[in-house]
């Protein structure tokens, strides 16, 4: 094991607070030679106490501490620190242990380590310097959770983003537009320094800034989940963070701040930033001394591509404050417009696959066959012009709506008109289950529209996911309503129609309204513009909420009703009739009770006839029974 060393003499430079470390550097087992001095007697007379080559000792304020490290480093001393209790950060960022005789130690090790000495117009720096506003990166590392929190929020939802002006040794002007910025030092004594922990150390010749430009308190808030759940790599700077490293940092934002140094406001803007390469020579523990400079001394990095520039720089440093949704890049708005502007207008693509959708359905409907009808919700185009038509009333897009809503008509009508004439042609007109299924729309049918309007709006704003648009169509099957409200028009039945159209209804308005809120969420309008189509939508949805939320009580009463009937028994004319399964669906106020009976015995007619009597005492109104009968051996 290697012998440490120690010095053999000492200055200890104290306060009235830290004069009795004297004794405990005296009693060393060293035995070195100690010269105490009061901190106001060596600004007195600093010329005759500090020597080059020599080694003080220090014990004191915070700036008792940074006054005697510019001089140390000036004269050319060793530097060891004595932190006093209340002085955490201190101990952490020198590594110092917190048992005294082990910290006495560290003070007078003979070997101390060449430290970078950062200066910010001419004020020493430790930790770090801020400039503007910095919610919760600001905060310290060891500072509980819930406490961060609970201090950064009131300030996020008031952040602003001015222009700045930075500038590094080897750059020409970086403008930009930011909330604030941080100067780093130590990477360990801040939540930002955690950004780039293994890029920057205290000894690598640079500087560390962190830049922060978040473009909306969404995009803020969800940084600062990940970057408190440690799910933030280090060395991937996430959208709106900047970083600068450089020997040479000027910071000049459009007005005056205060500029915060360790914790304390020093000096304001401009600022200009300097670092001066293994100035001090300072005693750190072995989790500084570990640490291995990245890349070359005084190596330059320029990383702002998060950073708002060109068109964005202009929108962003003019809001008064930041907008609580993000705004969509140009590039993305313009994408995403050319296309939902050709959904809009009407082609013969669109009017063919219509009807061809649309016979497929009627056909899978009258088969009762799910895989003809999940096809014809794949091959259906009527969700294009709903998903622009959404946009269209979220900007107050006229021609936009207009063509929409046309298109939108054009291809009900069709439907409607398609799926009644095959109804006509057909001899055979039976209600099967799956017609059966979009006879009772309910409020989960508009959660389920509701839901699919966000997906369909988030698939078309990214085209890496636009596949994703198929599995929408299945989910909120727009044609098969359609066709099951021309199968009640070709029957004249308006309940039928009324039912189906209702389910289609309810899944287009869900779509518009939930598709609108996803565009405006994903930052393509700073507002809801069409105020008046917007609340359009809204009224009609009110309306099919009240027909909705009868028909899913009734759905729940039903089905109390169907489990309440499981395995029931029941004495015809002297023979058993065990009940074992039950379905109910309505049609208009009739009320149509399948049932599946066990028996043993053969049931004539009038004993069917007698079953039924006992079961409808139990339903009021007007009741059909229908029985699947399974006889036992």
Known sequence: MKMRKFVPSALFVHTTETEH?????????????????????????????????????????????????????????????????????????????????????????????????????????????????????????????????????????????????????????????????????????????????????????????????????????????????????SGNLPSSIGHLKSPIIEIEPETELDVWIDGEIKTRTPLHCEVKPAAIRVNVGPAIRAEVPTGKLGEERVDIDHLPRGKELKKAWKREKIPFFSYAS?????????????????????????????????????????????????????????????????????????????????????????????????????????????LNPSLLDLAVAIISGIAAAYSKSFKEIIQSLAGVAIAVALVPPLAVAGTGIGRGDFHFFFQAFLLFSTNLIGIIIAAALTFRVLGFSPAIRSKRGIGIVLCLLALITVPLYISYGQIVEDRIMEKNWQKERFLVNGKYVIVENTDMFRRGKKKILVMEVIVRDVLTREDLNEFKKKIKIHFPGELVIRTKTTYLP
């Open 330 to 438: 140009e590039e993305r708005f313009h994408d995403l417009f050319t296309d939902l502007r050709e959904d809009s207008r009407i082609n013969g693509f669109y009017l063919a696959l219509m009807v061809l959708s649309t016979m497929l359905a009627a056909a899978g409907l009258y088969l009762d066959s799910a895989s003809v009808i999940i096809g014809a919700m794949l091959l259906a185009p009527l969700m294009a012009p709903i998903v622009s038509l959404a946009m269209g009333l979220l900007r107050d897009e006229e021609k936009m709506i207009k063509n929409s809503l046309v298109k939108i008509v054009i291809g009900i009508s069709i439907a409607l008109t398609a799926s009644s004439i095959i109804t006509l042609i057909f001899p055979h007109k039976p209600v099967t289950g799956e017609m059966q299924a979009r």
């Open 21 to 233: 470390f004297v004794d405990r550097l005296r009693q060393h087992s060293s035995n070195p030679t100690i010269t105490p001095v009061l901190f106001d007697t060596l600004i007195a007379d600093r010329r005759d106490l500090l020597t080059a080559d020599g080694h003080v000792v220090v014990s004191g304020s915070f700036d008792v501490i940074k006054t005697v490290a510019t001089m140390t480093a000036k004269h050319g001393c060793g530097l060891g620190v004595m932190p006093t209790h209340g002085q955490k950060k201190l101990a952490q960022f020198y590594d110092i242990p917190t048992d005294i005789d082990v910290a006495i130690d560290l003070a007078l090790n003979a070997d101390p380590m060449g430290m970078d000495l950062v200066l910010c117009n001419e004020h020493l720096v430790f930790f770090n310097v801020t400039v503007g506003q910095m919610p919760l990166l600001d905060a310290p590392a060891d500072t509980g959770r819930l406490s961060m929190l609970k201090a950064a929020l009131p300030r996020i939802f008031n952040i602003d983003l001015i222009k700045y002006r930075f500038a590094t040794a080897g750059s020409g002007d970086i403008v930009t537009a930011a909330s604030g910025c941080m100067i780093l030092h130590h990477h360990k004594g801040s939540m930002a320094a955690r950004l780039i922990s293994g890029a920057s150390t205290i000894s690598d010749g640079s500087i560390s800034t962190l830049i922060s430009a978040p473009m909306s308190v969404v995009e803020y808030l969800k940084f600062l989940v990940r970057l408190m759940s440690g799910t933030l790599s």
